[in-house]
């Protein structure tokens, strides 16, 4: 009898596996929880009720609210896509126009098509050297913004991710001075970013830089269970009532006091022990980083425009792709990295990596190193030469129609190599990190085919092809667009 889920899970974290990924608490064993099943109640008398705080998670939120600076923050408990989701339908009519970076997260076409919004893209900076070698997505300009709000009437709303999930962070201050003086709410993704708030060592918040709304997720960076976010919300260019109307849409009329609990421990901790983690935890990514510069071939990212909790390690100097590196972390050494581009790999860090997980993970990487020939030769080296660029963000497909219009035609399922032309009747993208590579509605090119081409022979887990194939749209219908 094959084992089911519970005993897969608890014979996978049985194995020693360091988890160099999400989520934040990294199964630390400093945070415990009573049984589940014990906690796990509904809105019964005294434990008030998420939709509608009046006590004990009215305080909480009050206390959120206040150390973070908002005009309220509120509790996610499903994650930053409801969050997302939220944020976009409180400041969107059907039919409006909104501008979007186009590396965002797929819960952004996700509400785009349901609101039958109207994208307006806009494109990470090309930033060329290092960063661009390594098929990394550079930050979103303020004038690329601006030249969008001025092409455009009527736009409802900005969103754009910040950090990227490589650690990317744009210049939020200078973004949220162009859209204030077109008076168009900002959306910040980020997600990545939940602990910039408590170490000088990062990046000033998006809330602190101007946004109007902010969605962090918890559990990616921080000790909170998996599903746990945040958003953060002023109210001079956003409805209020709107919003909370909003968040009961997208999150469930019987919200987890297991995992609202959850949160309420998280901030337990950092208001206990944050200064001394974090204090801890920097020092920590600083020996790893003067590790790693002793390395040959493996080397970190590094750029004036990341932060330094991700770290992206690359492989192409040492003549593998950066999922044979993840591989070999894997099978080797029992480190479980967070996901692998075409040159490199993400370990992602917390404030709950002890000082053994660093030493452990710089360990394995410097045997990695010393055994490494270089590119020089041999499959990992050929295959990389001819590596299309996997991740493609900057490029601007050709629409054909949008989302909403696609999703409404008839589709059928062809060879993905016959693709050319056509449009794309799934949004298609590498997960992690879930960024559409082509959006419903948007035409095949040939280039694009020899990127997923590449992504399934290197074993990537592609949302949108199955078994080789694609669904692609079978008539137009005449839509007519701007």
Not at 249 to 271: D, W
Not at 318 to 333: N, S
Not at 442 to 462: A, K
Request: aromatic residues 8%.
């Amino acid at each position: 009898m094959e084992k089911g889920l519970y005993e897969t899970l608890t014979g996978y974290c049985n194995m020693d596996i360091l988890p160099m990924h999400m989520p934040g608490h990294k199964r630390n064993p400093v945070f415990e929880m009573e049984n589940p099943y014990r906690i796990d109640v509904t809105e019964v008398t005294g434990l008030d009720n998420l939709h509608q705080p009046e006590g004990v998670i009215r305080r909480l939120m009050d206390r959120v609210t206040s150390v973070y600076g908002s005009d309220q923050s509120y509790f996610l408990i499903n994650g930053s896509t409801g969050g997302i989701l939220s944020a976009i339908t409180s400041c969107c009519r059907h039919g409006d126009r909104i501008v979007v970076a186009r590396n965002c997260h797929k819960s952004v076409y996700h509400a785009i098509r349901l609101l039958k919004l109207r994208p307006i893209y806009i494109y990470p900076s090309e930033e060329g050297g290092e960063m661009e070698h390594l098929g990394i997505a550079g930050i979103i300009q303020a004038e690329a913004v601006e030249q969008a709000l001025q092409a455009y009437e009527g736009v409802s709303c900005v969103i754009l991710t910040s950090p990227t999930y490589e650690g990317i962070v744009s210049r939020i201050r200078d973004i949220a001075a162009v859209t204030a003086r077109y008076d168009v709410p900002l959306i910040v993704d980020e997600a990545h970013g939940a602990h910039f708030q408590w170490h000088s060592s990062f990046p000033d918040t998006a809330l602190q830089e101007g946004a109007d709304l902010v969605i962090e997720s918890l559990h990616k960076t921080l000790p909170s269970l998996t599903q746990t976010g945040i958003l953060h919300a002023r109210f001079d260019r956003v409805s209020k009532g709107k919003l909370e109307w909003a968040l009961q849409t997208y999150q469930s009329s019987s919200p987890s006091y297991v995992l609202m609990a959850g949160i309420e421990r998280c901030f337990a901790y950092i208001e206990q022990e944050g200064v001394e983690a974090f204090d801890a935890y920097v020092d920590n990514l600083r020996w790893f980083e003067k590790e790693m510069g002793q390395l040959q071939r493996l080397y970190l990212f590094h750029s004036p425009q990341k932060e330094r909790s991700k770290l992206v390690i690359a492989a192409d100097r040492a003549g593998m792709t950066g999922r044979e590196l993840a591989e070999r972390l894997y099978r080797q050494y029992r480190i479980e990295t967070e996901m692998s581009g075409g040159h490199y790999c993400i370990a992602m860090t917390s404030v709950c990596d002890e000082t053994e997980s660093f030493r452990r993970l710089a360990a394995a990487l410097r045997e990695i190193d010393a055994g490494a020939a270089g590119p020089t030769g041999g499959e990992g080296d050929a295959l990389r030469r001819r590596e299309p660029d996997i991740w493609l963000v900057w490029r601007a497909p050709e629409r054909g129609m949008y989302s909403d219009e696609a999703a409404e035609c008839r589709s059928k399922w062809i060879p993905l190599e016959k693709a050319a032309c056509y449009l794309a009747a799934e949004d298609i993208s590498f997960y992690p990190p879930g960024i559409p590579l082509l959006v419903q509605g948007e035409r095949f090119s040939l280039e694009l085919i020899r990127v997923l081409q590449y992504g399934i022979q290197m074993g990537y887990v592609i949302h949108g092809v199955r078994d080789g194939r694609v669904s692609i749209v079978c008539e137009e219908e005449g839509f007519v667009h701007e």
